[in-house]
């Protein structure tokens, strides 16, 4: 794989000391938490409203396992570290569940298997991705389709299933 822009920002990200990267998951981690203690507003929704929000359960919780993964390389960050991969995943995923959890006792929140779901298939979905723009993984491409799919039955079912 060439050295591209990509990899020039991940080298220049994995450069920073690794106590000063893991403040942004964490900072993921609270901001998640403070989104999901909130009550929903009496607003009257936009028909698109809840297409929307299930979708952003695939994006921050994407953004969540990216920045896992980034915390946790180490250089040169093309270098294939399956651990680092699972991991990310696993404390996403589970962050997920957690959050979940924690949602069903919010007043007017409830939580929902097709959320985990959600959630689940954008950390995996940022893995591959990951894996296969800095580190030429040979079933990235396999395991970001296997994902988008994952994710989009995660938020089709959260939206307009039962």
């Known amino acids: ?36 203690s909130r009550s929903p507003s009496g607003a009257t929704p936009s028909p698109f ?46 962050y997920g569940v957690v959050d979940e959890l924690h949602q069903s006792f919010v007043p007017g929140r409830d939580s929902s298997a097709f959320d985990v779901l959600s959630d689940a298939a954008g950390a995996a979905l940022a893995v591959a991705l990951l894996r296969g723009l800095l580190c030429a993984a040979p079933t990235w491409r396999r395991d970001a389709a296997c994902a988008s799919v994952a994710a989009l039955v995660g938020v089709l079912a959260a939206t307009y299933g039962g």
């Open 1 to 36: 794989m060439k050295p591209g822009r990509s990899t020039a920002l991940a080298e220049s990200w994995v450069g920073l000391p690794r106590g000063l990267r893991a403040c942004v998951p964490l900072f993921g981690m609270a901001l998640l938490w403070w989104a999901s």
């Open 49 to 94: 409203g809840p297409l929307v929000h299930n979708s952003m359960h695939v994006v921050a919780y994407a953004c969540l396992a990216a920045s896992l993964w980034l915390t946790w390389s180490r250089r040169p960050v093309g270098a294939l570290q399956p651990m680092r991969s699972r991991g990310a995943w696993s404390v996403a995923a589970f």
